[in-house]
């Protein structure tokens, strides 16, 4: 409530003013959040996980390791806020809501008892001082490439915005702190860099040999084999990235192993949509249907690697109108040279044309008739569905478990990308 009056506050306020003082505002913001709620982040071990992709996965993975192995957790991520049983749905379409939010769910999760809260920190968030007072005890730093560009001004200030989440685990009063980051990132040693009592790594070479499909991952542990439900090199990543740090907790690689093969993945994150067992048109549907969060080239890329021997309906279009203009047509090169079909849609247009976004997307493509635009996202789903034969792939990225497709004038849908797909999946069967 006090986030929401002070945003509406905020629109009064001269511009050129605002952002002169505007560091030192949100800073007092965050200060003003903890004190009201009694500094909660002292009295709980805080684990912040950041980095550019695979953040709300690794949470989810680690949160599975700490309740197999007893512990009661409170999970602040773009998927979702839980405290011990109770959760909830983010619907702020923002990884890292208003300081008073975050300190009220930490005042909640103490009181609660939680032993951990697993806290999903941004760039953006950092930029608004929402990660101080939370008193890391550990970071988990998983990669880093160019994103959110155009709002930060540069690469250098999108990566010194994820170092300060760093710098303030260095500066934490709390005891043994502990960094964990991907050795096979150029950047992890920047994030080692910072003075805490233990400095843990983690590479994909820690997993071989390993084997990738789009039915999970075979890979080795300890010279043990593990089998996990979720699939890519990407996910493999995730899981060690957890790993390391369930280990810094001194929990026993029995219950790792037992966290891991029980956990069967994460809403919106290489997400397959299939009918419920009971649902008739469950025995009809032939070819494999995937909801990813993936927005960048990259991370699409890696997707759509997962599925190289299977024929790939692709649905796409650029997340958020207005920024980041320059990934498009590296996204439209990605979806040529993997997709065999591809159907162009909205997707969180804003305030630009979508059918603007979807031109820059195009200029990364060149004449090709595997290109259809279709800009009503439900009815491009229904048409890559009509494309799909048995054995292919459709995969709709970019939304993951975003709750709403965001228009003009800050108006929105409600929306969900794996319900949509469910229920195109029935009237494809006329069921």
């Given at each position: 409530?006090?986030?929401?009056?002070?945003?509406?506050?905020?629109?009064?306020?001269?511009?050129?003013?605002?952002?002169?003082?505007?560091?030192?505002y949100h800073f007092l913001l965050a200060?003003?959040?903890?004190?009201?709620?009694?500094?909660?982040?002292?009295?709980?071990?805080?684990?912040?996980?950041?980095?550019?992709?695979?953040?709300?996965?690794?949470?989810?993975?680690?949160?599975?390791?700490?309740?197999?192995?007893?512990?009661?957790?409170?999970?602040?991520?773009?998927?979702?806020?839980?405290?011990?049983?109770?959760?909830?749905?983010?619907?702020?379409?923002?990884?890292?809501?208003?300081?008073?939010?975050?300190?009220?769910?930490?005042?909640?999760?103490?009181?609660?008892?939680?032993?951990?809260?697993?806290?999903?920190?941004?760039?953006?968030?950092?930029?608004?001082?929402?990660?101080?007072?939370?008193?890391?005890?550990?970071?988990?730093?998983?990669?880093?490439?160019?994103?959110?560009?155009?709002?930060?001004?540069?690469?250098?200030?999108?990566?010194?915005?994820?170092?300060?989440?760093?710098?303030?685990?260095?500066?934490?009063?709390?005891?043994?702190?502990?960094?964990?980051?991907?050795?096979?990132?150029?950047?992890?040693?920047?994030?080692?860099?910072?003075?805490?009592?233990?400095?843990?790594?983690?590479?994909?070479?820690?997993?071989?040999?390993?084997?990738?499909?789009?039915?999970?991952?075979?890979?080795?542990?300890?010279?043990?084999?593990?089998?996990?439900?979720?699939?890519?090199?990407?996910?493999?990543?995730?899981?060690?990235?957890?790993?390391?740090?369930?280990?810094?907790?001194?929990?026993?690689?029995?219950?790792?192993?037992?966290?891991?093969?029980?956990?069967?993945?994460?809403?919106?994150?290489?997400?397959?949509?299939?009918?419920?067992?009971?649902?008739?048109?469950?025995?009809?549907?032939?070819?494999?249907?995937?909801?990813?969060?993936?927005?960048?080239?990259?991370?699409?890329?890696?997707?759509?690697?997962?599925?190289?021997?299977?024929?790939?309906?692709?649905?796409?279009?650029?997340?958020?109108?207005?920024?980041?203009?320059?990934?498009?047509?590296?996204?439209?090169?990605?979806?040529?040279r993997y997709c065999d079909h591809i159907?162009?849609?909205?997707?969180?247009?804003?305030?630009?044309?979508?059918?603007?976004?979807?031109?820059?997307?195009?200029?990364?493509?060149?004449?090709?008739?595997?290109?259809?635009?279709?800009?009503?996202?439900?009815?491009?789903?229904?048409?890559?569905?009509?494309?799909?034969?048995?054995?292919?792939?459709?995969?709709?990225?970019?939304?993951?478990?975003?709750?709403?497709?965001?228009?003009?004038?800050?108006?929105?849908?409600?929306?969900?990308?794996?319900?949509?797909?469910?229920e195109e999946l029935r009237n494809l069967?006329?069921?």
């Amino acid at each position: 409530m006090l986030d929401k009056i002070l945003r509406k506050i905020e629109k009064f306020i001269p511009r050129k003013l605002y952002r002169f003082f505007q560091p030192a505002y949100h800073f007092l913001l965050a200060l003003f959040g903890a004190l009201i709620y009694r500094f909660p982040g002292r009295k709980i071990f805080v684990l912040g996980v950041t980095g550019t992709k695979g953040k709300t996965s690794t949470i989810e993975i680690v949160n599975a390791i700490l309740e197999e192995a007893g512990y009661k957790t409170a999970i602040i991520s773009t998927l979702r806020f839980k405290i011990g049983k109770k959760e909830e749905r983010n619907l702020f379409k923002m990884t890292m809501p208003g300081r008073f939010f975050i300190q009220k769910t930490l005042r909640r999760a103490v009181r609660a008892k939680c032993d951990y809260a697993l806290v999903e920190m941004t760039s953006e968030g950092s930029r608004f001082s929402r990660h101080k007072f939370t008193y890391l005890n550990a970071l988990i730093f998983t990669n880093i490439s160019p994103e959110h560009i155009e709002s930060h001004g540069s690469f250098e200030n999108y990566l010194n915005a994820k170092l300060e989440i760093a710098k303030a685990l260095g500066s934490s009063p709390k005891e043994n702190r502990v960094v964990v980051a991907n050795r096979d990132d150029k950047y992890a040693d920047k994030f080692l860099d910072i003075k805490v009592e233990a400095k843990k790594t983690f590479s994909v070479a820690d997993a071989k040999p390993f084997t990738l499909s789009s039915n999970g991952t075979d890979f080795t542990l300890d010279g043990r084999a593990i089998h996990s439900k979720l699939s890519g090199e990407f996910n493999l990543y995730n899981i060690l990235a957890a790993v390391t740090f369930a280990r810094t907790q001194n929990i026993d690689s029995q219950t790792i192993v037992r966290a891991l093969e029980k956990f069967g993945g994460i809403r919106g994150r290489m997400e397959k949509i299939e009918l419920d067992p009971l649902d008739p048109a469950r025995g009809k549907q032939g070819f494999t249907v995937i909801v990813d969060y993936a927005h960048t080239a990259d991370s699409m890329e890696k997707v759509y690697q997962v599925f190289q021997n299977q024929k790939k309906i692709c649905v796409f279009g650029a997340t958020g109108g207005g920024r980041d203009k320059w990934k498009r047509p590296e996204m439209g090169r990605v979806a040529m040279r993997y997709c065999d079909h591809i159907i162009l849609t909205d997707d969180d247009s804003y305030d630009e044309d979508p059918k603007a976004i979807i031109g820059d997307i195009q200029k990364g493509m060149g004449e090709t008739s595997r290109v259809e635009v279709v800009v009503n996202r439900r009815l491009a789903i229904r048409e890559a569905f009509k494309h799909a034969k048995t054995g292919d792939a459709v995969i709709i990225t970019g939304k993951g478990t975003d709750p709403y497709l965001m228009g003009p004038n800050g108006t929105k849908i409600e929306w969900d990308d794996a319900t949509v797909a469910r229920e195109e999946l029935r009237n494809l069967y006329n069921i």
